[in-house]
């Protein structure tokens, strides 16, 4: 025999599964179903839409009371700070009378 042996060329052929590629799953041919009809997706995104709509609104009124709550915080906590502000002022100006009356 003359030449070389093709089967030895790039590491022989190797049998592969049967139709490797061209294999169509379920989940394939539903999102080329829902490119091709863009109104049905629409329609699927608003219905998706009306039913989680509670869970949302939930979510919402929480982050909004959250939010109310530590506005509610640094109000309380800026009051307390310009108290203790008045409270220092009010006792440098009565120190410093009672500095002018030693005087």
């Known amino acids: 025999q003359m030449g070389m042996d093709?089967?030895?060329?790039?590491?022989?052929?190797?049998?592969g599964p049967g139709g490797?590629?061209?294999?169509?799953?379920?989940?394939?041919?539903?999102?080329?179903?829902?490119?091709n009809n863009w109104t049905i997706a629409v329609a699927l995104r608003a219905l998706l839409m009306k039913l989680l709509a509670p869970l949302l609104k939930a979510l919402g009124s929480r982050r909004q009371a959250a939010a109310q709550q530590a506005q509610a915080a640094a109000k309380k906590q800026a009051l307390a700070a310009r108290k203790a502000r008045l409270k220092a002022a009010a006792?440098?100006?009565?120190?410093?009378?009672?500095?002018d009356e030693e005087e």
């Open 91 to 99: 006792a440098r100006k009565t120190q410093a009378a009672k500095d």
């Open 20 to 35: 490797g590629g061209s294999r169509l799953g379920l989940s394939m041919a539903a999102v080329i179903y829902l490119c």
């Open 6 to 15: 093709p089967g030895a060329m790039a590491g022989g052929a190797q049998p």
